[in-house]
Structures are given as structure tokens and as C-alpha cells.
């Protein structure tokens, strides 16, 4: 409750309120009424309104103030009130100064307020307000005076202290005081259970860990029932001599089915058998002659003795296979179909007689395997 109209309020020493004055429109009104009745009046009734006129302003101040606590004692942890109660003749001028909360010892103030405002006597008004402390402290609690002010005078309460009991408690007996406590049952419902679930950090890292595991079962479960393809392994690369074999091979079944003249056959014959001659014979073979490359290799499996093949049987079939490229050539003799396969499997007879091993020799050129046009 704020301070009544025409109280000028200090608390701890601090201007808080200042109310316009309900009594000084009071005294205007009065002096007004005698003012009128001074000029209908005689010389005396001139002395007389003079004299009333001074009145309001010599008459004498009274001012007091009372503060009575609830209680002359109260034990820790309770509540108190400081009843204060403040007589003035002159609000306008009054001041009440109220203790500050850092003054007062041994106590806490919980709050201070005005309560009512009463007309005592003629011109006297009474002010009525209230502290509420209380304390935790096993000492007296010390409140310092309250003051009213009037201009020059000035009236305190005197300090108030306000005594401070603990409990008695027997400890030989303490169930004297508080018997037997029954558990304490606390009744969840279902909500309150899921909360407690979801707001644990445990829940969550086991749903975290039910998740992986479900989704490696899954991931298991769908591998069984859709393997993997098997990967496809590449093929080994193929030897220089089973390209070769693969080429002439190619050209037979040409020269067969009449897709390729025998001119171009002995001609592809040469050039793939060249190719495959360069690089055990360490030269270049492309402009060697047949007749030169026939040699050649008549050299070199002359002086081959490991060849479990009959040298006999093959020289003559190299010369064979020189003197029909020749006539198909420059002659445009017609050679056996029989003897010009032949002339093939001649070659590749040749080949095999010296070919390394098939993961160690390749072709330098595996895009012209067949050369036939």
C-alpha cells in the first residue's frame, strides 16, 4: 500500500513519497469564510478576524510515533509484524523515515507497508503501517528506531528486539516430537513413465544400437536372397604364338569359305608371319623377301637341337610354302585349297618350334592380328 495523501515517506533515509495536502484546502476554505466576515464586520470584529487569521499559523505542531512488534519473541523461520503508527498535526511537512533493510540485525525484512489513515483529533491525523521480518538466525533480531519529522521536531521510536527461539527437541526421544514417517509412495501414470524413458540418455543409445543391428540383419538377410553376380575375371593375355595361331586360323576359314582370294591369303600369310618372326630374330623383318624369311628360320632351327620335330620334315615344307607365295603372286597360279591350308599349319609349325612362353611373349601390334584384305 503507497503512503497516505500529504506523507512525505523516508525509507532508509531515502525521499520515496510526496502527496499535494487534503488539510491545507481545509485552512484556504476557512480563511476565505473569515476574510468575508472581516469586511461585513466592526473596528472589533477587524481585530478579531486578524487574530483567527494568525491562528493556523502559530497554532502549536504535534507529531509521534509509536512501533509495537507483534511479539516479544517467535521462533526461527516464523513471521513478525511491526505495527507503526505515526500522529501529525501537519502531513504536508511530515517525513517518515523507515530503517533500511541493511540496518537491521539478525533479521531479514520481507515487506513494509501502509495500512490505513484515520482522523484522530481536531487537525490530527494518524498514519498506520507495518513491517513483516523474519529470521534464520538463532540471535535477537535488532530493529533501529523509526522517525517522524516535522520541520524542526523530530520523534524515534526507541530500537525494538524481538528475541529468537530454536525448537526444543529431546534427541533421547525425537518421536516424541514427529512420529513414524510413512513411505513415500509416489503414484506415476503411464505418461510420466514414458517421459522418464525418453528423457534418458540410456534409451537412446539402446535404440541406437537395436537400429544398427536390425539394419546389418537386413542388409544380411537381403545378400541371401540376392547374391552378387560373380566378378568376371579378365582373360590372361594371350601369347604372341596363340595370336598367331588365332590369325592364321582366321584366315583358313576365310580362304574355306571363299571369302578371300589365295592371293591375299598367301600375301596376310607373310605379313602375319613377319610380324611374329621381328622380335625372335631381333631385326626387321617387313622388307625381307619368303625366300629370306624361310632361310632365316632354316638357320635358326638348324642350330636348335632341343626341337623334338623332324628337321627333315619341316625345311621342305617352308620351301613348299616359299614357291607357292611365289606363283600365287607373280604367276597367278591356282594352289590346292588342301596345300594352301597346309601352308598354313606349316607356319605354325615353324612358330612352335621356338615360341616362348606364352605369359612372356605378346604382340606389339594385337590390332592387326588379321591382315588379310
Known amino acids: 500500500m503507497s ?23 481545509l485552512h484556504q476554505d476557512n480563511t476565505t469564510r473569515i476574510v468575508r466576515r472581516i469586511l461585513r464586520g466592526s473596528a472589533r470584529g477587524h481585530l478579531l ?13 504535534e507529531l509521534s510515533v509509536t512501533a509495537t512488534p507483534q511479539a516479544a519473541q517467535m521462533m526461527i523461520g516464523e513471521q513478525v509484524r511491526i505495527q507503526l503508527s505515526v500522529r501529525t498535526s501537519d502531513p504536508a511537512r511530515t517525513q517518515i523515515i523507515v530503517p ?10 520481507l515487506a513494509f507497508t501502509f495500512t490505513d489513515t484515520v482522523k ?49 527437541v529431546d534427541l533421547a526421544h525425537p518421536d516424541q516430537y514427529y512420529g513414524p514417517k510413512e513411505p513415500f509412495r509416489l503414484r506415476l501414470k503411464f505418461i510420466d513413465y514414458l517421459l522418464l524413458i525418453l528423457t534418458s540418455p540410456y534409451f537412446w543409445i539402446l535404440l541406437g544400437l537395436l537400429l544398427i543391428i536390425g539394419a546389418l540383419l537386413l542388409y544380411r538377410r537381403y545378400r541371401l536372397r540376392h547374391p552378387r553376380a560373380p566378378k568376371e575375371q579378365d582373360d590372361p593375355p594371350l601369347s604372341a604364338y596363340q595370336l598367331l595361331q588365332t590369325d592364321l586360323k582366321a584366315l583358313m576359314n576365310r580362304l574355306s569359305d571363299g571369302s578371300l582370294t589365295q592371293e591375299a591369303y598367301y600375301n596376310a600369310l607373310t605379313e602375319r608371319f613377319k610380324r611374329y618372326s621381328a622380335p625372335l630374330l631381333r631385326r626387321d623383318t617387313s622388307p625381307l623377301t619368303e625366300g629370306q624369311l624361310a632361310q ?11 626341337s623334338s620335330t623332324n628337321q627333315n620334315d619341316l625345311l621342305p615344307a617352308l620351301r613348299r610354302w616359299q614357291q607357292n607365295a611365289l606363283y600365287v ?19 605354325l609349325q615353324t612358330a612352335a618350334q621356338d615360341s616362348p612362353a606364352p605369359d612372356t611373349l605378346t604382340s606389339s601390334h594385337p590390332q592387326n592380328h588379321v591382315a588379310a584384305d
Open 120 to 168: 484522530a483529533d481536531a487537525g490530527v491525523q494518524e498514519i498506520k503501517a507495518e513491517m513483516l521480518i523474519t529470521s534464520f538466525d538463532s540471535l535477537p533480531a535488532q530493529i533501529p528506531p523509526f522517525t517522524a519529522r516535522l520541520g524542526a521536531l523530530s520523534q524515534s521510536t526507541p530500537p525494538i528486539t524481538i528475541q529468537v527461539a530454536l525448537p526444543e
Open 3 to 25: 503512503p497516505p495523501e500529504g506523507i512525505a515517506y523516508r525509507h532508509g533515509g531515502a525521499l520515496v513519497y510526496k502527496y499535494t495536502i487534503q488539510v491545507a484546502r
Open 329 to 347: 603372286r607373280f604367276a597367278a597360279h591356282v594352289i590346292p585349297l588342301q596345300e594352301a591350308l597346309g601352308d598354313a599349319q606349316t607356319l
Open 100 to 109: 533500511a533493510d541493511s540496518s537491521v540485525l539478525h533479521a531479514e525484512v
Open 49 to 61: 478576524g486578524l487574530l483567527l487569521l494568525l491562528v493556523p499559523r502559530v497554532y502549536a505542531q
Open 296 to 306: 632365316l628360320w632354316r638357320t635358326r632351327l638348324s642350330a636348335d637341337t632341343t
